[in-house]
């Protein structure tokens, strides 16, 4: 089985534009996450969908959104972007909560 | 809620000789525990977990863990280490039954010199 896919895997941005990031899990995953990767804050929960909808989410601005789509891909926005912003996004898929799969991520500069 | 502490933030040692890295955690519910290792550039990838049954849990690479409910302790350990185990180590929770929502700790960088 093919793993867990993020495009682009990098990304540079200015402040106040808005991104995109991708997420394919792996086939038969209907749960996929998302989390922010900082050196100062460590992993941090972003928000979590199953079966098209957001089933918890994490202390983030409202400018981080996501949705995910019936084949179970899902896309997270960031709007505005602030310097701060910048990190490694991590996505990851899974069947049960007894495992999780994580993608490669996308290394998001903000300058 | 819970939390998970890393002791260690950067534990260096030399090559062949044993590790121990330290993770605590805290939570109101039962909960599963993971290692997960991180290489440079790159994800996360599963080292091992513990859901329920046997606290002595085996997992890639040489790694095991012991899970100690009284202590909150989930620590992780390699006999005797090789260069290429040099990688960031997280351990992190996850509540059984229901959201995928893991919290990790801040990690412990393990840095095997010749």
């Known amino acids: 089985k093919a793993g867990v896919t993020q495009t682009p895997r990098y990304l540079i941005k200015t402040r106040g534009q808005q991104v995109t990031l991708s997420c394919s899990p792996i086939?038969?995953?209907?749960?996929v996450s998302w989390y922010q990767q900082t050196p100062g804050q460590g992993l941090q929960f972003l928000f979590e969908y199953f079966s098209e909808t957001q089933r918890n989410k994490g202390n983030f601005p409202g400018r981080f959104s996501g949705r995910q789509f019936s084949n179970s891909r899902s896309e997270m926005n960031v709007s505005t972007l602030e310097l701060g912003d910048s990190a490694l996004y991590l996505c990851?898929?899974?069947?049960?909560?007894?495992?999780?799969?994580f993608g490669p991520g996308t290394r998001l500069t903000v300058l | 809620a819970q939390s998970v502490t890393q002791l260690d933030s950067q534990v260096p040692v030399f090559e062949e000789a044993p590790v121990e890295l330290r993770c605590n955690y805290s939570?109101?519910?039962?909960?599963?525990l993971f290692w997960y290792v991180q290489y440079p550039n790159q994800g996360l990838q599963l080292l091992l977990k513990?859901?329920?049954?046997?606290?002595l849990v085996k997992g890639i690479n040489g790694f095991e863990a012991e899970f100690n409910k009284s202590q909150t302790s989930f620590h992780l350990r390699k006999p005797s280490v090789h260069i290429s185990d040099t990688a960031e180590y997280f351990c992190a929770v996850g509540a059984q039954g229901g959201s995928e929502k893991l919290v990790f700790g801040k990690g412990t960088k393990l840095t095997v010199n010749p």
């Open positions: 939570s109101s519910v039962s909960v599963y």
């Open positions: 513990y859901l329920s049954g046997s606290t």
């Open positions: 086939s038969g995953h209907r749960s």
């Open positions: 990851a898929s899974s069947f049960t909560s007894e495992r999780q799969y």
